[in-house]
T-cell receptor, first 109, second 115 residues
Framework: AQRVTQPEKLLSVFKGAPVELKCNYSYSGSPELFWYVQYSRQRLQLLLRHISRESIKGFTADLNKGETSFHLKKPFAQEEDSAMYYCALGGTSYGKLTFGQGTILTVHP | EAGVAQSPRYKIIEKRQSVAFWCNPISGHATLYWYQQILGQGPKLLIQFQNNGVVDDSQLPKDRFSAERLKGVDSTLKIQPAKLEDSAVYLC?????????????FGPGTRLTVT
C-alpha cells in the first residue's frame, strides 16, 4: 500500500531562515514524488517533481530512497512562501496520486 | 488557458439529502479526477476518468457516491444520500496525456457541509 507521511502539521520560521518540510513515503515500487502547494485563496498547484531535479522558487527536494524521504528545502524563506504544502506519491494507476496530510508553513517578517 | 471550473462553490444540505457537483476540465485534457479533502487531511482520490471511461474508482463509496463523464468532457459527482462524514471539499482536477499525467490542474473546489 502507498502512504505519504508529513509529520509536521505546522511549521513557523522567520524570513531569511532556512526551511525544511519533511516527507516520508511507503511504496514497494519505484516512486515518483511531487510537492504541491496551495497559497491562500488559490488553487492547489504543482510546485516541483523529483524527476525534474529543478529548483522552483528557490525550493529543492531530493529523493532519498534509502530513507524513503523527499524533504522540501529552501535556504532563505520568504514571506510569500507561506502556504499549505503537500507531498504526493505517484502510484501504479497511471496518474494516480497519494497525498500526505499537508504542512502549513508560516514565514514571519 | 482557462482553468478547471467547478460549481457550486459552496453547498449546505441536511443528512440523507442528495447533492451533485459539476466539473469542467481544461479543454483537451483527457484525464479527470475527483478528490475528497476532509478538513485537516490531504486530498483523497475518489475516481479517475480517462476520456469517458473509469480508470480507478477503488476508493469511491459506491453505495452512495456516483460519478459520470459523458462525452469525455464535463463530469458530475453525486452523493445520495449524504451523511455527516461527507462534509469536505470536493476537488476536481484534470491532466493531459501528452504531458506527465502527474501534473494535475485543480479546480477551486466545492465545500460541502452536511448538517
Amino acid at each position: 500500500a502507498q502512504r505519504v507521511t508529513q509529520p509536521e502539521k505546522l511549521l513557523s520560521v522567520f524570513k531569511g531562515a532556512p526551511v525544511e518540510l519533511k516527507c516520508n513515503y511507503s511504496y514497494s515500487g519505484s516512486p515518483e514524488l511531487f510537492w504541491y502547494v496551495q497559497y491562500s485563496r488559490q488553487r492547489l498547484q504543482l510546485l516541483l517533481r523529483h524527476i525534474s531535479r529543478e529548483s522552483i522558487k528557490g525550493f529543492t527536494a531530493d529523493l532519498n530512497k534509502g530513507e524513503t524521504s523527499f524533504h522540501l528545502k529552501k535556504p532563505f524563506a520568504q514571506e510569500e512562501d507561506s502556504a499549505m504544502y503537500y507531498c504526493a506519491l505517484g502510484g501504479t494507476s497511471y496518474g494516480k496520486l497519494t497525498f500526505g496530510q499537508g504542512t502549513i508553513l508560516t514565514v514571519h517578517p | 488557458e482557462a482553468g478547471v471550473a467547478q460549481s457550486p462553490r459552496y453547498k449546505i444540505i441536511e443528512k440523507r439529502q442528495s447533492v451533485a457537483f459539476w466539473c469542467n476540465p481544461i479543454s483537451g485534457h483527457a484525464t479527470l479526477y475527483w478528490y475528497q479533502q476532509i478538513l485537516g487531511q490531504g486530498p483523497k482520490l475518489l475516481i479517475q476518468f480517462q476520456n469517458n471511461g473509469v480508470v480507478d474508482d477503488s476508493q469511491l463509496p459506491k453505495d452512495r457516491f456516483s460519478a459520470e463523464r459523458l462525452k469525455g468532457v464535463d463530469s458530475t459527482l453525486k452523493i445520495q444520500p449524504a451523511k455527516l462524514e461527507d462534509s469536505a471539499v470536493y476537488l476536481c482536477a484534470s491532466s493531459s496525456i501528452r504531458a506527465s499525467s502527474y501534473e494535475q490542474y485543480f479546480g477551486p473546489g466545492t465545500r460541502l457541509t452536511v448538517t
